[in-house]
């Protein structure tokens, strides 16, 4: 039975958004893989030495190291858990996360070399990574993050009203301000619009938010729920129509697959890996980031046009349909059984 140590961001049991590493893991434990993890605690210090730790002793011993990579400061975990995998001769697979990765190939290029060119293989969770990282040297093999779609009922939303959901860090990155800047602009012809926001605080944007929505006199069409459970959220979601994605950054949001799955109408900006995601017209509208003026016109649009809400909600049951788990583990299979997907 092959064995996997995976390295990564775990911090759900903080009060953190769960990352990739809490489905993917025990996914690859129900197809029989042995799966250790390092990356639990809070404390950054604390976090780095263990994965370090767990890199030197469980890795010794495991088949594959699997390794979320990140663009910021937790590239360095990569890069260091990296070292010590080399050092041990083990095979190890840097899972490539974040849309700002491709500036990080550009300000650490011997250590992107160091980490990407001496790997297993490496992993991009969108066909936007992939041709990023191709343009700067770094082969890759596609295998998007997945979804249970049992988990997630399909509503069809063919009679949409403009009841808007976020689910994000609230982060400044995730621009979670443009929301209320987006209901602001729904109010002025419609009172009844309302705004839900879920996720928790990563910098400090929640209470900025708060403060805005005060300032905006919006903040009783406003709900602010933190960090809710996944089947929280799921449940939270029949009560809206619409999936709102503000972000500034980004590649391939887990929230936005699970919302289509759900059946929500999505509205989204659109940079770096979005495009490769949503299909403008067809399973998503897209704005440019910072446009709340457009997004809110697109948000009345397809209320005002049933036949184009039901096509967009049936449509993106369909994209998400492509991420389930069933259909994405054969190639999490064939990588580490050594054929390349």
Known sequence: MKSILYI???????????????????LLKKEGYIVSYAG??????????????????????????????YSTAAFWYAYLTGRFARLLNKKYIPILHGGELPARLEKSKMACNGLFLNSYANVAVSGYLKDEFKKSGY??????????????????????????LWVRSFHKQYNPQMAADVLAKLLKNDPAATLCMVGPDKDGSMEEFRQYIRQQGI?????VTGRITKDEWIKLSE?????INTTNVDNTPVSVIEAMALGMCVISTNPGG??????????ALLVKPGDYRAMANKITHIINDPVLAASLSKSGRHKAESFDWEQVKGKWINLLKRKMV
């Open 8 to 26: 990564g961001n775990k911090l759900s049991m903080h009060a953190f958004t769960p990352g990739v590493i809490e489905t993917l893991g025990p």
């Open 40 to 69: 639990t605690h809070k404390c950054q210090f604390m976090r780095l030495a263990e994965m370090t730790w767990k890199a030197v002793t469980i890795g010794r011993k495991a088949d594959y190291i699997l390794i979320d990579t």
């Open 139 to 164: 082969h890759t093999v596609v295998i998007p993050n997945s979804i249970e779609i049992a988990k997630y009922p399909f509503k069809l939303r063919d009679q949409p009203a403009a009841r808007l």
């Open 219 to 223: 903040e009783n069409n406003v709900k």
């Open 239 to 243: 009560d809206y129509d619409f999936f």
């Open 274 to 283: 979005i495009p490769y995601l949503l299909t403008e017209g067809t399973d």
